[in-house]
């Protein structure tokens, strides 16, 4: 019976999620911001700040549905990296992604030590600060139908920011353990460990990549391609999970293959995007039903420190990053404001670094952070990636988006 009542409970709760949240982004709408923006505040009403309809219990239920969504996603930005984007913007891509990652890092390590004194502390937040999530920025690309230089760039950042974000976050915890668990500094650690990470996530997505473009060439009807592509994602996400590697790289490479390789890819997105509405709205208010305002009053000076240089440190890297690629001033002055949005990774974040230093002060003092200033960039980050394509210029016709959640 208790079993009943909890399932009942999670039906209701995500019921009323999508429905206020399609509310919210209808209202946002009309005040010309981002749907994301709308489902996100949804989830802060109904969630743990506001009418805990969702709770911390509901949320860990239905987290397999935010896990889905991501890696729905990451499949749609690995779509969009055909290989004659990428010999066409690569050099560009790789070299603003890793000056807006190195920007935020530096600056927020560097503002922490004076704040603190701590390596340890300051070095795990410059490497958190480094992250970006790509679900928000890609949602709003998606709802002004956004196309150009600014957007193929901005989409090719966003996919290889995880990658960069790994690799900073090892060699930071590797340094972090010296001081706090007086743990050997070596090598594997470094980088051994999270290249084998990268390379394993890609393999693993390159492979599923393969075997789905050869379902995909014997399916026959759209309900098939929508049951192979579901499948292979969901595959994907639990071979991920067992293996402990990125689900968002394997995804991003499932992607990539099947836009390169199959001759149904077309088809394979389009019936996928009908599909994923309602996961990718939930996911959206999930996310936000899990930010907890009363956390905001707790993070200080540090806290503020940490929100105002890891801005500064996307917009000032993204840019050096486009002067060294030469890019227009149009994707080098707007770039920047994409790389907000920390929903998703913010959370797999927290978690890492509070089980990687668990009992001490740093993994609490880090969660908390984390999790406030997202509640900030979660609404600031729609707003600043709809306002770059904007001043790009890549809405086409100023469309007034569609008021529905695809």
Do not use: W
């Amino acid at each position: 019976m208790d079993k009943e009542v909890i399932k009942l409970n999670a039906f209701v709760s995500m019921g009323i999620a999508l429905i206020v949240g399609i509310a919210f982004g209808k209202l946002m709408g009309k005040f010309k911001i981002p749907s994301v923006a709308g489902y996100i505040l949804a989830g802060l009403l109904i969630g743990v700040s506001g009418l805990h309809i969702i709770d911390n219990n509901l949320e860990l239920q239905l987290s397999f549905l935010s896990d889905l969504a991501l890696g729905i996603i990451a499949f749609n930005i690995g779509s969009e990296l055909e290989i004659s984007v990428i010999k066409k913007l690569g050099k560009s891509i790789f070299l603003i992604a890793i000056c807006e990652a190195l920007g935020a890092f530096i600056l927020v390590t560097g503002v922490s030590l004076l704040l603190t004194h701590k390596i340890a502390l300051s070095l795990i937040l410059g490497a958190v600060a480094s992250a970006t999530a790509p679900a928000a920025t890609v949602m709003v690309l998606k709802e002004y139908k956004s196309s150009g230089p600014l957007t193929s760039t901005l989409l090719g950042v966003v996919a290889v920011d995880d990658a960069i974000c790994l690799m900073i976050y090892s060699v930071a915890s590797a340094i972090a353990k010296v001081f706090i668990k007086h743990e050997p500094l070596t090598f594997y650690k470094v980088v051994i460990a999270p290249l084998f990470e990268i390379t394993l996530s890609v393999a693993v997505g390159a492979a599923l990549g393969i075997l789905l473009t050869y379902l995909l060439n014997k399916s026959r009807n759209k309900d098939e391609i929508l049951i192979f592509s579901s499948g292979t994602i969901l595959l994907l996400i639990g071979v991920c999970s067992v293996f402990h590697l990125s689900s968002l790289l394997c995804a991003m490479t499932l992607g990539f293959m099947v836009t390169n390789i199959s001759n149904k890819s077309r088809k394979t997105f389009s019936v996928l995007e009908k599909f994923s509405p309602p996961l990718i709205a939930g996911f959206f208010v999930l996310a936000g039903a899990r930010l907890d305002l009363s956390m905001i009053p707790q993070i200080g000076i540090l806290g503020l420190a940490y929100l105002i240089f890891r801005l500064m440190g996307k917009l000032l890297g993204a840019n050096l990053g486009g002067h060294l690629a030469k890019v227009s001033s149009k994707v080098r002055n707007n770039i920047g404001l994409g790389l907000f949005s920390q929903i998703g990774v913010a959370v797999g974040l927290a978690i890492i670094v509070s089980n990687e230093f668990s009992g001490t002060t740093l993994g609490s003092t880090v969660m908390t952070i984390l999790l406030a200033t997202t509640v900030v960039t979660e609404i600031i980050g729609p707003i600043c990636t709809k306002r770059a394509i904007t001043n790009a210029g890549e809405i086409p016709n100023m469309v007034i988006p569609k008021k529905n959640i695809a």
